[in-house]
């Protein structure tokens, strides 16, 4: 557990970070699954990879668009810090293009046009983000590969990881004379050092197409130097050449994207994904999510199983329960061994846990249950504090005044004192304690209490109105417990 995040399989593993299925725990028993990209330990003491991955973060949730993975929240907590982003039941386009080859034929030409262009729509997307004062964002993606190309079983293409991207304000920047991405797909200019752009992205996304066209690799080599030397030269044959079968019609569009002077290319990733339209006709996402079950089907199976558990294992833990580590609980249980009376300065969230937990999980934790008289004067106690505080309120609604039309206008301020009525200190205690920390912080930049929040809204100034009187203190009972236990008089009943 990481904040209200459980963390479960890993989905794929990178030198930077690995890849989970993740579980959100909310409030009122809701729950979501997630994926979880993970931050190496030992690269999460490194100020460098540390700023790099908050970046990615702050990049991609600019960028809404279909074909983008939805970036949700950025967690940090202790020594983790993660990213949580939409989990889409699915495959990279790395491992169905292995797929496909393994079956002996590349994608059909309808499937990689339908592939490439949601590619294209999305990378424009991300090139005409902006920022929230509505500046362009200038991203630029660097890393445009089969692994970070994601396709659904819903047929969508999705572009992931912008780990690498450039924008402008990113707070950690490349290096002099390091280069960033997978070599068989940069574009020769950002060899030669020169800036990248759009452009950059477009013909990285055309060598992808080339390869969902043909089935091979365009640039192949024994080492990095050879493929170096491959993209510099920056002659290349098309795709209808390398696949017998296929139309010369995606020709022109390949050859336009491949160009070695940038200048030649495409000028935006929509003016190309329009020129592949119209070439040929486009699979629908339908055909395109049959291809991914085709390649992929004992996979996506197998994940859909370790899915359908998880949620399963969720579904059945209390809420209280759910958000809770195993150190937690075996903490409450030391408290509730302790303290079986159930008095006592007892972490209440902790203890309410091991309470409410399955009769599975309290025998695996071997977690006691006060009984007895203990539990019986407990419960009658707590019962006859509910029901007078009911009475109390009523009576006091009666008498009072409503509210004021000013008053719904502004965030009410906490009361001096937590309880109105007489109740014994611990179920206080345990009632302030269970409210405040419901719902902990959850993200590295917002640090926000679901009870209010952060900021007091703005409202439009209107004429001055004349102040209320307050309404006099309700005296029948001059006197209230604070959560310690500890009685004190209201100073206006004086």
Request: aromatic share 4%.
């Amino acid at each position: 557990m990481v904040g209200r995040y459980a963390i479960h399989g890993r989905i794929a593993s990178g030198g930077m970070a690995t890849v989970h299925i993740g579980r959100l725990a909310g409030s009122a028993g809701f729950t979501r699954t997630v994926a979880i990209k993970r931050l190496h330990a030992h690269l999460a003491q490194d100020q460098q990879f540390v700023l790099m991955f908050i970046d990615e973060a702050r990049i991609a949730a600019r960028i809404h668009h279909p074909n983008v993975v939805q970036t949700l929240d950025v967690v940090s907590a202790g020594e983790e810090l993660l990213l949580v982003m939409d989990y889409v039941p699915g495959e990279s386009l790395s491992r169905l293009m292995h797929a496909s080859t393994a079956h002996g034929h590349a994608a059909p030409p309808r499937i990689a046009a339908a592939v490439m262009s949601g590619v294209l729509h999305g990378l424009h997307a991300a090139h005409e983000a902006r920022d929230e004062k509505g500046e362009p964002l200038e991203i630029v993606h660097r890393d445009v590969s089969p692994q970070n190309v994601l396709i659904g079983i819903d047929g969508i293409p999705r572009l992931i990881d912008f780990g690498v991207a450039t924008a402008v304000g990113r707070m950690q920047s490349t290096s002099a004379g390091t280069l960033k991405g997978k070599m068989s797909y940069m574009a020769p200019e950002r060899i030669r050092g020169d800036s990248a752009d759009r452009r950059s992205d477009i013909y990285a996304t055309t060598v992808l197409l080339w390869e969902m066209l043909t089935g091979k690799r365009l640039f192949r080599g024994d080492d990095e130097t050879q493929i170096l030397a491959q993209v510099l030269k920056g002659w290349h044959e098309p795709p209808s050449v390398h696949a017998p079968g296929l139309s010369p019609v995606f020709d022109p569009v390949v050859m336009c994207g491949l160009s070695l002077d940038p200048t030649l290319r495409f000028t935006t990733a929509a003016e190309m994904a329009r020129a592949l339209e119209a070439c040929a006709g486009l699979a629908s996402p339908a055909e395109v999510g049959d291809w991914v079950q085709a390649m992929a089907g004992e996979e996506l199976e197998r994940r859909a199983e370790t899915i359908a558990r998880v949620e399963s294992q969720s579904g059945t833990m209390p809420a209280a329960v759910e958000t809770l580590s195993q150190a937690d609980l075996q903490t409450s249980i030391s408290d509730v061994r302790s303290s079986p009376s159930m008095s006592g300065p007892i972490s209440s969230r902790l203890r309410v846990a091991a309470l409410a937990a399955p009769p599975a999980m309290r025998a695996a934790l071997r977690v006691t249950i006060p009984t007895g008289p203990a539990l019986i004067v407990g419960a009658l106690a707590i019962t006859a504090g509910i029901v007078l505080a009911t009475i109390l309120a009523l009576r006091s609604r009666s008498e009072s005044p409503g509210p004021s039309p000013s008053a719904s206008a502004s965030w009410p301020t906490p009361p001096a004192t937590v309880a109105a009525v007489p109740m014994p200190a611990e179920t206080a205690a345990a009632s302030s304690t269970a409210i405040a920390t419901e719902e902990p912080a959850l993200s590295a930049t917002t640090a926000v209490s679901p009870a209010r929040p952060a900021a007091r809204p703005t409202f439009p100034v209107g004429p001055a109105v004349a102040p209320v009187a307050k309404p006099r203190a309700n005296c029948d009972l001059p006197y209230v417990y604070d959560v310690d236990g500890v009685k004190h008089y209201k100073r206006e009943c004086n």
